[in-house]
C-alpha cells in the first residue's frame, strides 16, 4: 500500500492533493482592494485565538510507544524502497524523510527499519489525539494523522473573565515568542495570545501524559499563521505568533509555493506572471490577477499573503469517506492494474464492514508517469443501489460488480490497448451514509472511527499532498481539473497545496 505522509511538512513529491480553504467573505476582500494595488501590508488584527498541533515524526513515534527499545536508535518507517519518515536519532545521522532505503542505509548503516505498511495503529493513535484536543475546546478540526486545528477563542475569553485585574498583567508567555518580540500585556490581542500559549503547553503535556506523543504548537490570530508559526522551533515546542510579527513571518517563506493555500499548478501559473515571492504577490496588481485566476481565487491568494485568513475553524465530524491507495514504480498493463484495484477494494470492504456506513459513490484515481510533477486523474460514479445493499454484509458479494465498476472507470481514463505507465491506484469509497438517522455521540464516533479515515486518501503517495483526509475547509485551492467527463462518470479535480 500506499503511505500517508505525515508531519512537518517536509519535501513533497506531488502537490496535486486535496486541501480546501473555506473562502474569504466578499465583504471583506472588496474592502481590501485598495490596499492590496498599493502593496501596503494590512494590520492583522483578531480576537481569534488559534493552535495548529503537529505531532513530532508521528509514525516514528507510534512504532516507539509499541516498541519502547527503539526509543535511543535511530529508526525510520518503511513503506515500499522509501524510509517515510525518521526519528531525530536518525536524522542527526542524515537520514531524512522520503529518502530511498538503500541511501537511507548507506547514510546510517545502524538504521531500525520497520515496516509501515498497515496504517491501522497510526490511524487509531491519530484518532486518540483528537479526542484528546476535544477535551480541551470542541472546535477541533483535523488536517490528517498527525495535524489538528484548535480554535480556543473560547476558552480564553473564560479563563480571562476568571483572572483578577492584576493577575492578567503579570501573564507570561509559555514557549517561544516569534521574532523574540516583547509582549505588551496592556494590548487585549497579546494577552489573548499569551493566554492561549498557556492552554496549548497544556495541551503537549497532557498528549504526553496521556498518549505518550510530543509535538510542535503554533498559536496566532488565524489559521494560516498558527500553521506557519507552529513548525519554527522543532521539535517538540511551540511558538507564539503577535500580529506585528505576521508580515516577517510571511516574509520569510523562501518561494510563493511554500504559503499554504497556494499548490503546485496555482504556483507555476504564479510565476509565469513574474510572481516569485510573497513580496511580488503582495504588490501585484490585483486586476491583473484576476483576469489570471479569477476574481475569487485572486483575492483570496493576495488576502494569504498579506497573513490574512477568516477562514473558520470547523469541527471535522464523522468522516465522509475513505479511501485506500497503493504507489509503484510502474503498473503498464490492464491486468496489472486489475489485481492492484482488487487488493484495495478487498481492504476497503472490510473497513466498510467495521464502519457501519454504506458509501454511495466509489472512485478510482491514478497517477501517470511523469518526469516533471505528477497530477492526479479521477472518475466517480454512483454505486447501484443493489451493490449497496450487499455491503458491510461481512462477504464479498459486492467485490465482483464494484471491480466492473472500477475497470470501467480505468479504461475511462487509460486507454488499456496503448502503452501507459502508472504508478499509483487508490480507491476511494465516498458520500458515506448511516443506516439509519440516529445520531451517535462523539463518544460512539471516535470508538469506531479509527477504522475510517476520509476523503481522497487514506494511503496516499509519497507525497505530502491529499490533505483532505478530513474534508477541511481550509485553503481552499484553485481548481485545475483534469479532464472533462462524460455522463455519469464525473472529472474529479485536483487541488494544488504546498505546506512550509
Given at each position: 500500500?500506499?503511505?500517508?505522509?505525515e508531519?512537518?511538512?517536509?519535501p513533497?513529491?506531488?502537490?496535486?492533493?486535496?486541501r480546501?480553504?473555506?473562502?474569504?467573505?466578499?465583504?471583506?476582500?472588496?474592502?481590501s482592494?485598495?490596499?492590496?494595488?498599493?502593496?501596503v501590508?494590512?494590520?492583522?488584527?483578531?480576537?481569534?485565538?488559534?493552535?495548529?498541533?503537529?505531532?513530532?515524526?508521528?509514525?516514528?513515534?507510534?512504532?516507539?510507544?509499541?516498541n519502547?527499545?527503539?526509543?535511543?536508535?535511530p529508526?525510520?518507517?518503511q513503506?515500499?524502497?522509501?524510509?517515510?519518515?525518521?526519528?531525530?536519532?536518525?536524522?542527526?545521522?542524515?537520514?531524512?524523510?522520503?529518502?530511498?532505503?538503500?541511501?537511507?542505509?548507506?547514510?546510517?548503516?545502524?538504521l531500525?527499519?520497520?515496516n509501515?505498511?498497515?496504517?491501522?495503529?497510526?490511524?487509531?493513535?491519530?484518532?486518540?489525539?483528537?479526542?484528546?484536543?476535544?477535551?480541551?475546546?470542541?472546535v477541533?478540526?483535523?488536517?490528517?494523522?498527525?495535524e489538528?486545528?484548535?480554535?480556543?477563542?473560547?476558552?480564553?475569553?473564560?479563563?480571562?473573565?476568571?483572572?483578577?485585574?492584576?493577575?492578567i498583567?503579570s501573564?507570561t508567555v509559555?514557549?517561544?515568542i516569534?521574532?523574540n518580540?516583547s509582549v505588551?500585556?496592556?494590548?487585549?490581542?497579546?494577552?489573548?495570545?499569551v493566554?492561549?500559549?498557556?492552554?496549548?503547553?497544556?495541551?503537549r503535556?497532557?498528549?504526553?501524559h496521556?498518549l505518550?506523543?510530543?509535538?510542535?504548537?503554533?498559536?496566532?490570530?488565524?489559521?494560516?499563521?498558527?500553521?506557519?508559526v507552529?513548525?519554527?522551533f522543532?521539535p517538540?515546542?511551540?511558538?507564539v505568533?503577535l500580529?506585528?510579527s505576521?508580515?516577517?513571518l510571511?516574509?520569510?517563506?523562501?518561494?510563493i509555493k511554500e504559503?499554504?493555500?497556494?499548490?503546485?499548478?496555482?504556483a507555476?501559473?504564479?510565476?509565469?506572471?513574474?510572481?516569485?515571492?510573497?513580496?511580488?504577490?503582495?504588490?501585484?496588481?490585483?486586476?491583473?490577477?484576476?483576469?489570471?485566476?479569477?476574481?475569487?481565487?485572486?483575492?483570496?491568494?493576495?488576502?494569504?499573503?498579506?497573513?490574512?485568513?477568516?477562514?473558520?475553524?470547523?469541527p471535522?465530524?464523522?468522516?465522509?469517506?475513505?479511501?485506500?491507495?497503493?504507489?509503484?514504480k510502474?503498473?503498464?498493463?490492464?491486468?496489472?492494474?486489475?489485481t492492484?484495484?482488487e487488493?484495495?477494494?478487498?481492504?476497503?470492504?472490510?473497513?466498510?464492514?467495521?464502519?457501519?456506513?454504506?458509501?454511495?459513490?466509489?472512485?478510482?484515481?491514478?497517477r501517470r508517469?511523469?518526469?516533471?510533477?505528477?497530477n492526479?486523474e479521477s472518475?466517480?460514479?454512483?454505486?447501484p443501489s443493489?451493490?449497496?445493499?450487499?455491503?458491510?454484509?461481512?462477504?464479498?458479494?459486492?467485490?465482483?460488480?464494484?471491480?466492473?465498476?472500477?475497470?470501467?472507470?480505468?479504461?475511462?481514463?487509460v486507454?488499456?490497448?496503448?502503452p501507459?505507465h502508472?504508478?499509483?491506484?487508490?480507491?476511494?469509497?465516498?458520500?458515506?451514509?448511516?443506516?439509519s438517522?440516529?445520531?451517535?455521540?462523539p463518544?460512539d464516533?471516535?470508538l469506531?472511527?479509527?477504522?475510517s479515515?476520509?476523503?481522497y486518501?487514506?494511503k496516499?503517495?509519497?507525497?505530502?499532498?491529499?490533505?483532505?483526509?478530513?474534508?477541511?475547509?481550509?485553503?481552499?485551492?484553485?481548481?485545475?481539473?483534469?479532464?472533462n467527463?462524460?455522463?455519469?462518470?464525473?472529472?474529479?479535480?485536483?487541488w494544488?497545496?504546498?505546506?512550509?
Amino acid at each position: 500500500m500506499g503511505v500517508e505522509l505525515e508531519e512537518e511538512g517536509g519535501p513533497v513529491e506531488e502537490e496535486d492533493a486535496a486541501r480546501a480553504m473555506e473562502p474569504l467573505d466578499a465583504g471583506a476582500a472588496g474592502s481590501s482592494l485598495a490596499v492590496f494595488d498599493q502593496g501596503v501590508p494590512t494590520q492583522i488584527s483578531s480576537s481569534r485565538v488559534i493552535v495548529h498541533v503537529d505531532l513530532d515524526c508521528f509514525y516514528a513515534q507510534v512504532e516507539m510507544i509499541s516498541n519502547p527499545e527503539l526509543k535511543d536508535k535511530p529508526l525510520g518507517v518503511q513503506q515500499k524502497y522509501l524510509v517515510v519518515t525518521c526519528n531525530y536519532e536518525a536524522r542527526k545521522l542524515g537520514v531524512k524523510k522520503l529518502m530511498n532505503v538503500r541511501d537511507a542505509k548507506e547514510k546510517c548503516p545502524q538504521l531500525v527499519l520497520v515496516n509501515g505498511e498497515d496504517l491501522s495503529r497510526y490511524r487509531e493513535m491519530s484518532y486518540k489525539v483528537t479526542e484528546l484536543l476535544e477535551e480541551f475546546s470542541p472546535v477541533v478540526e483535523r488536517l490528517g494523522f498527525d495535524e489538528n486545528f484548535v480554535d480556543l477563542t473560547e476558552m480564553v475569553e473564560k479563563r480571562l473573565q476568571q483572572l483578577p485585574r492584576d493577575e492578567i498583567l503579570s501573564v507570561t508567555v509559555s514557549g517561544h515568542i516569534y521574532n523574540n518580540q516583547s509582549v505588551n500585556l496592556h494590548n487585549i490581542t497579546h494577552v489573548r495570545l499569551v493566554v492561549g500559549s498557556q492552554i496549548a503547553a497544556e495541551i503537549r503535556e497532557a498528549m504526553y501524559h496521556q498518549l505518550q506523543l510530543t509535538g510542535c504548537a503554533g498559536v496566532a490570530p488565524n489559521k494560516l499563521l498558527a500553521k506557519l508559526v507552529s513548525g519554527v522551533f522543532k521539535p517538540n515546542q511551540q511558538t507564539v505568533l503577535l500580529p506585528e510579527s505576521c508580515q516577517d513571518l510571511i516574509h520569510s517563506l523562501n518561494h510563493i509555493k511554500e504559503m499554504p493555500g497556494i499548490g503546485y499548478k496555482t504556483a507555476k501559473r504564479l510565476e509565469v506572471l513574474g510572481i516569485n515571492s510573497v513580496r511580488d504577490l503582495q504588490t501585484f496588481s490585483v486586476k491583473t490577477l484576476e483576469k489570471e485566476l479569477g476574481i475569487s481565487v485572486a483575492q483570496r491568494i493576495q488576502k494569504l499573503s498579506f497573513g490574512e485568513d477568516n477562514s473558520p475553524v470547523t469541527p471535522s465530524g464523522p468522516p465522509q469517506s475513505f479511501s485506500e491507495e497503493d504507489t509503484f514504480k510502474k503498473c503498464s498493463s490492464e491486468a496489472e492494474a486489475k489485481t492492484k484495484i482488487e487488493e484495495l477494494l478487498s481492504s476497503l470492504l472490510k473497513r466498510v464492514c467495521h464502519d457501519g456506513r454504506k458509501p454511495h459513490t466509489i472512485r478510482l484515481v491514478i497517477r501517470r508517469y511523469s518526469e516533471k510533477h505528477c497530477n492526479r486523474e479521477s472518475r466517480q460514479c454512483p454505486i447501484p443501489s443493489h451493490v449497496i445493499q450487499k455491503l458491510g454484509t461481512g462477504n464479498y458479494d459486492a467485490m465482483t460488480p464494484l471491480l466492473d465498476i472500477l475497470m470501467k472507470l480505468l479504461r475511462n481514463m487509460v486507454n488499456v490497448k496503448m502503452p501507459f505507465h502508472l504508478t499509483l491506484l487508490s480507491v476511494c469509497f465516498c458520500n458515506l451514509k448511516a443506516l439509519s438517522t440516529a445520531k451517535k455521540g462523539p463518544m460512539d464516533f471516535y470508538l469506531t472511527s479509527s477504522l475510517s479515515t476520509t476523503s481522497y486518501s487514506s494511503k496516499r503517495s509519497f507525497s505530502r499532498a491529499d490533505r483532505n483526509l478530513i474534508q477541511a475547509p481550509w485553503d481552499h485551492q484553485l481548481q485545475e481539473e483534469t479532464r472533462n467527463s462524460p455522463a455519469n462518470v464525473n472529472g474529479s479535480a485536483t487541488w494544488g497545496w504546498r505546506g512550509r
